[in-house]
């Protein structure tokens, strides 16, 4: 069972709307990230959470410690927000990332 | 500073061959971890190092791999005696100890036939 769980796995929807992503881990972690993955590999960080709330632009990043519960919402969406984003969690003790399996989302114009 | 930089970025190779590739961190960061990524997961620790010292290998790091450090800068991942299996993305990241913010390379992808 991975330590990180992402919701739902696949997301299609239209331009415009408003999406979420969730993420769940089961134990006390240092920080969590945000990464969104497009075609070809590459992997960039939005954001690093340990507490509260971050927004970018159109992106939101929330986190609640006491439930082991992180979400990702995109505003507005549009077709270049099609990728593939990924909960990462830093264990307490440990230096490493763990995980989740990513969310495919596709951004339909 | 460029970032993290892989190369190659795609390398195909027939069963049995050595491949090997590096990884370029960003040049104030300390630490720089290995990951793999097969289809349609979430990447795979593998190794990372504190400057030159390997601390931390993940038994998905069988005989066939290493990874070295030499000079606390560049790092390089050899794979011997490639098979099917080790097909896949391979990611460096870097950071700086005491901060959680990872910085990713582009990725190496390997297909092995």
């Known amino acids: 069972k991975n330590e990180v769980e992402q919701s739902p796995q696949n997301l299609t929807a239209q331009e415009g709307e408003f999406i979420t992503i969730n993420c769940s881990y089961s134990?006390?972690?240092?920080?969590l990230h945000w990464l969104q993955q497009h075609p070809g590999g590459g992997i960039v960080s939005l954001f690093m959470l340990s507490s509260g709330k971050k927004k970018h632009g159109r992106l939101i990043a929330t986190i609640n410690i006491q439930e082991k519960h992180s979400s990702l919402h995109i505003t507005a969406s549009h077709p270049r927000d099609s990728a593939v984003y990924i909960c990462?969690?830093?264990?307490?003790?440990?230096?490493?990332?763990?995980f989740g399996t990513g969310t495919r989302l596709t951004i339909i114009p | 500073d460029t970032g993290v930089s892989q190369n190659p970025r795609h390398k195909i190779t027939k069963r049995g061959q050595n491949v090997t590739f590096r990884c370029d961190p960003i040049?104030?960061?300390?630490?720089l971890y290995w990951y793999r990524q097969t289809l349609g997961q979430g990447p795979e620790f593998l190794t990372y190092?504190?400057?030159?010292?390997?601390?931390?290998k993940s038994r998905l790091l069988s005989d066939r791999f290493s990874a070295e450090r030499p000079k606390g800068s560049f790092s390089t991942l050899e794979i011997q005696r490639t098979e099917q299996g080790d097909s896949a993305m391979y990611l460096c990241?870097?950071?700086?100890?005491?901060?959680?913010?990872?910085?990713f390379g582009s990725g190496t992808r390997l297909t092995v036939v």
């Open positions: 040049s104030e960061h300390n630490r």
């Open positions: 134990v006390g972690i240092s920080a």
């Open positions: 990241a870097s950071s700086l100890e005491g901060f959680y913010g990872y910085t």
């Open positions: 990462a969690v830093i264990h307490f003790g440990n230096e490493k990332l763990t």
């Open positions: 190092f504190q400057n030159e010292a390997q601390l931390e």
